[in-house]
């Protein structure tokens, strides 16, 4: 796979848009709907359960994966495709997100951002490359 995607709009509405988001693990009609499985699982459906259901890309946390069970974990069983058993295109986030929730967990520098991981209160320092090497390890089609 050469890692690359590409997006062709279909159709207009104003400032809307339908079209193909083509990725190396697939392609997804947009807009989509997206499963979250933050731990790499999506809580109660299996991956043929969500195929059946019109899934075609998934989300996990780039942040919590990294906590547990660790990016270095995930690229040795094949990565996040294999782990998650899952053969369509998957997205990670970058933690944005974990920087708002987990507000008393964390100090925001120039650099980046120092979390306090809420699993062992061991120090995570998440800078702009780290999360990008973060997220190629886990081996995400698309990263946020």
């Given at each position: 796979m050469d890692g690359s995607f590409h997006f062709?709009?279909?159709?207009?509405?104003?400032?809307?848009?339908?079209?193909?988001?083509s990725t190396p693990h697939g392609s997804v009609d947009t807009p989509a709907f997206m499963a979250v499985g933050t731990l790499a699982t999506v809580k109660?459906?299996?991956?043929?359960?969500?195929?059946?259901?019109?899934?075609?890309?998934l989300l996990a946390n780039a942040y919590h994966l990294h906590l547990r069970p660790g990016e270095n974990v995930v690229a040795k069983l094949g990565g996040l495709h294999r782990f998650m058993a899952w053969d369509g295109?998957?997205?990670t986030d970058?933690?944005?997100?974990?920087?708002?929730?987990l507000e008393t967990l964390r100090k925001?520098?120039?650099q980046g951002v120092e979390?306090?991981?809420?699993?062992?209160?061991?120090?995570?320092?998440?800078?702009?490359?780290?999360?990008i090497a973060l997220q190629i390890?886990?081996?995400?089609d698309v990263m946020m």
């Open positions: 062709t709009v279909q159709a207009f509405a104003g400032a809307a848009r339908a079209g193909v988001f109660t459906l299996d991956p043929q359960e969500l195929r059946d259901a019109g899934c075609r890309m295109p998957i997205l970058s933690g944005g997100f974990q920087v708002f929730s925001v520098s120039e979390f306090r991981s809420h699993v062992d209160g061991s120090q995570r320092d998440f800078t702009p490359e780290s999360v390890a886990l081996g995400a």
